[in-house]
Every structure is written in structure tokens, then in C-alpha cells.
């Protein structure tokens, strides 16, 4: 496939985090992350709303929104950066591993943040997935002691992305 210097995004991104416990089991996902690529230079961004994070219990949601992440302070999350490395010519729709570097904005705290993600050429457009740890202590969400064991202290977050030319 042939890529001009093009900019690639989706409105339709997911991003999924898993903080469950042997206590609790705590899931949540967001389908509707923006994410933008530059394909001259790799340059990547995503942002979300942390209200648009679904659990499977309401309550659950109520106390993430005005608990723990305090949604209507800190209602968005953001990460700017760089894909590695980036080649659009050399996707395929086998999956290629990339570092992605960057900063990451959580609960109005932002951190130098760097991942691997695996990043293909698929029918819709360019896909990239990717998976890593968020340490909700490290951006400042309090957990209070009383429910400590029952919300992990590493949280899983996947990603899956399907950004389309523009």
C-alpha cells in the first residue's frame, strides 16, 4: 500500500483497563478514544473522557467517576507522542512491534510513558494494539485503605485502535 503524507485517525478508538482483584472484579471500557498519526513522522495522540469509561455495575462507575479519578476536575486523559522508528511502508497486515514514546496525562498528573505496540496495516486502515500497566498511586488516585485489597495497585490497560486516512 502506498501512504503519502498522510494523517490517519479515529473517534472510534477502545481502550480497555482491568483492576480487578481476587476481591472485586473491576472492568471497565471506553469506545469512543480520539487518536490521531502523523505518518511522515510518527507522531501520535489519543485523548478521552474518563466519564465515557462503562462498567458492568453502575455504582461502580458512579464511585470511579467522583472517587478516584474525579471526572469532573480531571475529565480527560491524554497521551502525546512518537511512534519509533514509524515506516508506513513497511506495514503489512502481519503486525509490527514499535516503541511508543511519550507523555501521558492522568487525573491532571503527566508522566514520561513508553510501550511497545503492535501496529499492522488492515483493510480499514492502520491498526495498532497495545497493552501495559498504569500505577493509579503514580497520578495521584487516592484508594482509600478501607477498599485497598479489593482495587488492584497495577491496573492492565489494553488498547486497540483502527485510525483511517483523512
Do not use: W
Not at 490521531?36 to 510518527?42: A, C, D, F, M, V
Not at 495498532?128 to 488516585?141: D, L, N, S
Request: with cysteine.
Amino acid at each position: 500500500m502506498c501512504f503519502s503524507q498522510d494523517t490517519y485517525k479515529t473517534s472510534k478508538g477502545e481502550i480497555e483497563f482491568n483492576a480487578s482483584t481476587p476481591l472485586e472484579d473491576i472492568h471497565a471500557v471506553n469506545k469512543v478514544v480520539n487518536a490521531i498519526l502523523k505518518i511522515e513522522n510518527g507522531d501520535f495522540a489519543s485523548v478521552l473522557l474518563m466519564k465515557d469509561f462503562n462498567f458492568k455495575r453502575s455504582l461502580m462507575q458512579e464511585h470511579f467517576n467522583e472517587n478516584y479519578v474525579e471526572s469532573e476536575t480531571y475529565p480527560k486523559a491524554y497521551f502525546s507522542g512518537k511512534i519509533q522508528n514509524f515506516n508506513a511502508e513497511e506495514l503489512s497486515s502481519a503486525p509490527r512491534e514499535y516503541y511508543v514514546d511519550g507523555k501521558l496525562t492522568i487525573h491532571g498528573i503527566t508522566k514520561a510513558f513508553s510501550t511497545k505496540a503492535k501496529i499492522s496495516n488492515g483493510s480499514k486502515g492502520i491498526k495498532m494494539v497495545a497493552g501495559f500497566i498504569v500505577k493509579p498511586e503514580e497520578y495521584k488516585i487516592k484508594v482509600p485503605k478501607l477498599l485497598f485489597k479489593k482495587i488492584a495497585q497495577e491496573v492492565q490497560v489494553d488498547i486497540n485502535f483502527t485510525l483511517a486516512q483523512q
